[in-house]
């Protein structure tokens, strides 16, 4: 009886085992015996060192070609058959001992590869212990074929060269250090996620975004602004911009890491006769621009007449910006524009205004019966 029970379980284990092995192949394909890892610019493998770049040596937001083709040598990756030059932020992702009956043909795309940097952490800025997704989807890696002599066992790689979007995409790491891994998908959709890490030192990101900004202020056709601009009211109803109701606002000085992020340009009046200053364009009316590659944000205002409104009668008035982005914000009040408006601005009339007190039901209360009290 015994000795059947552990043949039983015996059956049972070697069934267990081929199910598991049917299962993870169903999910990997010819991936399910693969071994990955990362290689430097020479393929030299990285292993658990750390390798160190300066932010400056990033590419900008695009990069270079992300899906280049294997050169004609079937060694390195061209663009039009032009070797790519290798440089520090490039790195490739390997994935070798892919079993296939035959090499596919030359340049075929056979195996894509997204990237991801471990997020772990939950109390540094920037980490919520998700992690961040850095090229997926429409910016997947197009991963090549390079066959063996035998076309027996092959290796599937792809060239990441890292851009500044990549870095704002991992947000901050508190230690300073990035750790990406990567996914590797066939075109059959079998896919396998490879741990192995390329752990990567971002030395001169700046934390702080919206330091060292200041404003320029133009015209709508893009001359400076000198002295007063000067606008009619009645142009400010039209809410086409032209050159009778628009201005633009530049900010400048932003880091090279902040390339590509989109932050909010909120708009104030300095209001020294009572030191409150008046919110023109602030919450869901504030403007918005992207920094460019050369830390710059221009962005359009149109004036309205409910803007004059906002920042009350006055003979000038002197506007100037607030930078927002998440928890960060500078306010530029030493960078105004000075702005004259030509027609008398109607105050809302609240004279002839009338009042009702409601219940929690939204219903009009006709009467209050208030109980007395007895001594």
Known sequence: MIKNKKRLFLIFGIILAFFLIALVFAFEGYLSNTIGHWTDKNEDIIGSRIIVLDVSQLEGISGPPINPELCSDKTGFCVNGVPISPTDNMFKTFVSGIQLPACPDSGQDTVYFEIYEK??????????GQNDAIRVGTNKLNGKIRCSQNSITSTALALWAISIEDINKAGIEQDGIYEFY???????????????LLKINITGLNTNLTTNLSTKWYDFNLNPIIGSKQFDLVNLQNPTPSADNSV????????????????????????????????????????SGTVDSEGKILTLWTLSEGDIVNAEQENYYEFYTKVVSGTQSATLKNYPVNITINGNVQEPNIMNAVGEWKNQEGFTIVEISIPQQHS
């Open 182 to 196: 990567y996914k590797a998908i066939t075109l059959e959709n079998y896919e396998k996620i490879y741990d192995t």
């Open 248 to 287: 633009y606002v530049e900010i400048n000085g932003f880091p090279k890491q902040a390339q590509g992020r989109t932050f909010n340009i909120e708009i104030y009046e300095d209001d020294g006769g009572d030191g409150l200053d008046d919110s023109i364009r602030t919450g869901s009316k504030a403007l």
């Open 119 to 128: 997020d772990s952490g939950i109390d540094a800025p920037g980490e919520d």
